[in-house]
């Protein structure tokens, strides 16, 4: 597995190794020492699956707050996704920032968003399934989030048509109104 961090150095790309033959494959998809050699020690105890039928289907920009603050491995096993990360920890460099990739089945890459990052994806083609691990569970008082296309941020989306979205991301508040739980 290789790891390669993006503009924003805390954001990772894992891109693991698949093994096959004429039988199919085998690919060692996480493994805690190689995160660990990058400095990423935090346990997942939880994984989630997502599926969305629809090309254009937005999910984001989520976060979870502390005392139940999430860090994130994201990775496509059918379909692919635009995933994007949003720096929203006061004090950094990189605050208001954001990175994409285009995760999906056939580049097997995945993407590690830490915490203090707010998440989302637009998926690229109908029947898309995302695989996430978690570091912390679902705790629905600490579930918020940003508004999608805040323009102070400027996520460059790779829309065609307008997205498909849930009523709770339609009315996220802009970075500009959220209290910043995060600090570096």
């Not at 989630?48 to 603050?69: D, I, K, T």
């Not at 600490?142 to 065609?160: F, R």
Request: glycine share 8%.
């Amino acid at each position: 597995m290789t790891i390669t961090p993006t503009e924003i150095p805390d954001v990772l790309i894992l891109s693991p190794k698949k093994h096959g033959d004429a039988r199919g494959f085998f690919s060692e998809v996480y493994k805690e020492s190689v995160l660990a050699e990058h400095g990423f020690t935090e346990a997942f105890i939880q994984d989630n699956h997502a599926y969305s039928a629809e090309a254009g289907v937005l999910r984001g920009l989520h976060y979870q707050s502390p005392p139940f603050a999430q860090d994130k491995l994201v990775r496509v096993v059918r379909g692919s996704i635009y995933d994007v990360a949003v720096d929203i920890r006061k004090g950094s460099a990189t605050f208001g920032k954001w990175v994409g990739v285009e995760l999906s089945a056939d580049n097997w890459q995945q993407l590690l968003v830490p915490k203090g990052f707010a998440h989302g994806y637009l998926t690229l083609e109908p029947d898309t399934e995302v695989l996430y691990k978690v570091t912390n569970r679902y705790a629905p008082e600490c579930d918020k989030g940003v508004l999608w296309n805040d323009a102070e941020i400027g996520v460059d989306w790779p829309l065609k048509g307008e997205p498909i979205l849930s009523a709770k991301d339609e009315v996220q508040p802009l970075l500009s109104e959220i209290e910043l739980e995060f600090t570096l």
